[in-house]
């Protein structure tokens, strides 16, 4: 079975703090990838990064940047200097050759000026 | 066209009635996929199409929930006899083909079901 895990279900920081978000996964297939998406208050997802199983470097766009990390199935997204306009519900998912997208629950970002 | 479209956006609806859901994927896209996200939750998958045909219902809560697709593009999710906890947000994805591609997502229909 696959599932994803995101255990902080909100954090709260002020406008300029660093906030990592938490994801663990589990699955049985060696190949699968995994996603992050974005969901603002107008209710839109909105695609943040793809990362497949055999691609473990890190990466880094703007303020945001990703830590894949096989060996303890973790895919923790870290946004830097962090903008009121950050504030959304951010969702970690998983996929594999099947085409289900399996999301985690979601954890509510507040960046507070 | 340039992006999922979703219609409604709002409905309300009395319980007991029967209510339809319309998605318009991305012209090309042959994957489409439904989820429900109620208040405060994350997204459970409901279904998905591989052109017209839907290789996996698993996620249907019920049969009361049913879905087509047709000529490869428009879908259509219906619930019938609506219940009270069917009320959340009905969100439609596509994708050019089935698995690991980024999904795009539409703005989503909020039923409420009074």
């Known amino acids: 079975a696959q599932k994803v895990t995101q255990a902080q279900t909100e954090i709260s920081v002020v406008e300029k703090e660093d906030v990592t978000l938490d994801c663990v996964y589990e699955?049985?297939?060696?190949?699968?990838?995994l996603f992050w998406y974005k969901q603002p208050p107008s209710g839109e997802l909105v695609f943040l990064i793809r990362?497949?199983?055999?691609?473990?470097q890190n990466e880094i766009s703007g303020r945001y940047s990703w830590n894949f990390q096989k060996s303890t199935s973790s895919f923790n997204f870290t946004i830097t200097a962090s903008q009121v306009v950050d504030s959304a519900v951010y969702f970690c998912a998983l996929i594999n050759q099947g085409g289900k997208l399996i999301f985690g629950q979601g954890t509510e970002l507040s960046v507070k000026p | 066209g340039a992006g999922v479209s979703q219609s409604p956006s709002n409905k309300v609806t009395e319980k007991g009635k029967d209510v339809e859901l319309r998605c318009d994927p991305i012209s090309g896209h042959t994957a489409l996929y439904w989820y429900r996200q109620s208040l405060g939750q994350g997204l459970e998958f409901l279904i998905y199409?591989?052109?017209?045909?839907?290789?996996?219902k698993s996620g249907l809560p019920s049969d009361r929930f049913s879905a087509e697709r047709t000529g490869g593009s428009v879908s259509t999710l219906t619930i019938q006899r609506t219940q009270q906890e069917d009320s959340a947000v009905y969100l439609c994805?596509?994708?050019?083909?089935?698995?690991?591609?980024?999904?795009?997502f539409g703005s989503g229909t909020r039923l409420t079901v009074v």
């Open positions: 994805a596509s994708s050019l083909v089935t698995g690991p591609n980024g999904y795009t």
């Open positions: 199409f591989q052109g017209n045909s839907a290789p996996d």
């Open positions: 699955t049985r297939d060696t190949t699968y990838y």
């Open positions: 990362r497949n199983s055999f691609d473990e």
